[in-house]
T-cell receptor, first 113, second 113 residues
């Protein structure tokens, strides 16, 4: 079955460490997205990519970095510059830009210890 | 920037009763999407509305897009325990700087058996 796989499901990070969250899709979708969700809150866009080797900042990109070297993969690195990284991170994809429902992965819960 | 507001933030419903959740955008939208997130889960795409005044039904769920394409509503009839979760609307807007999907804060639905 086609879908989006996020790993790990749970991640614990020490302060000052960089961590990378994996997102892989086998839907042949061109566009991929990273969202952050805080408890009881909506989703805020971190980064998005419409095509391989290209990506744009979302509303809360500071302290995060991404790459899009392959169509199937869109990893997110949470750097030590992100002051409040504890959150639920969701990766999503769409066939292209505009007018499509988003398919989400099952998410990664990141906790700073 | 574009803002999408949802009310109420919380909805306590007796099983069998109806309720409505509302979504309002500060700007005119190209389309609006609705998602459901079960507790501990990830958002799942429910539906997309594109036309002014459009009404769509999915079993006990009725979705409506306002005439001005700035607001939307989700009405659930005969609420069941399976309806528990958070319902998000997301407004899609075509902009010169890049198309954008903005999520509302969600309505968290709790069902009393």
């Amino acid at each position: 079955d086609g879908g989006i796989t996020q790993s790990p499901k749970y991640l614990f990070r020490k302060e000052g460490q960089n961590v990378t969250l994996s997102c892989e899709q086998n839907l042949n979708h061109d566009a991929m997205y990273w969202y952050r969700q805080d408890p009881g809150q909506g989703l805020r866009l971190i980064y998005y990519s419409q095509i391989v080797n290209d990506f744009q900042k979302g509303d809360i990109a500071e302290g995060y970095s991404v790459s899009r070297e392959k169509k199937e993969s869109f990893p997110l690195t949470v750097t030590s510059a992100q002051k409040n990284p504890t959150a639920f991170y969701l990766c999503a994809s769409t066939p292209g830009e505009g007018g499509y429902g988003y398919t989400f992965g099952s998410g990664t819960r990141l906790t700073v210890v | 920037g574009q803002q999408v507001m949802q009310i109420p933030q919380y909805q306590h419903v007796q099983e069998g009763e109806d309720f409505t959740t509302y979504c309002n955008s500060s700007t005119t939208l190209s389309n609006i999407q609705w998602y459901k997130q079960r507790p501990g889960g990830h958002p799942v795409f429910l539906i997309q509305l594109v036309k002014s005044g459009e009404v769509k039904k999915q079993k006990r769920l009725t979705f409506q897009f306002g005439e001005a394409k700035k607001n939307s509503s989700l009405h659930i009839t005969a609420t069941q325990t399976t309806d528990v979760g958070t319902y998000f609307c997301a407004g899609y807007r075509i902009e010169a700087a890049g198309n954008k999907l903005t999520f509302g804060g969600g309505t968290r639905v709790l069902v009393k058996p």
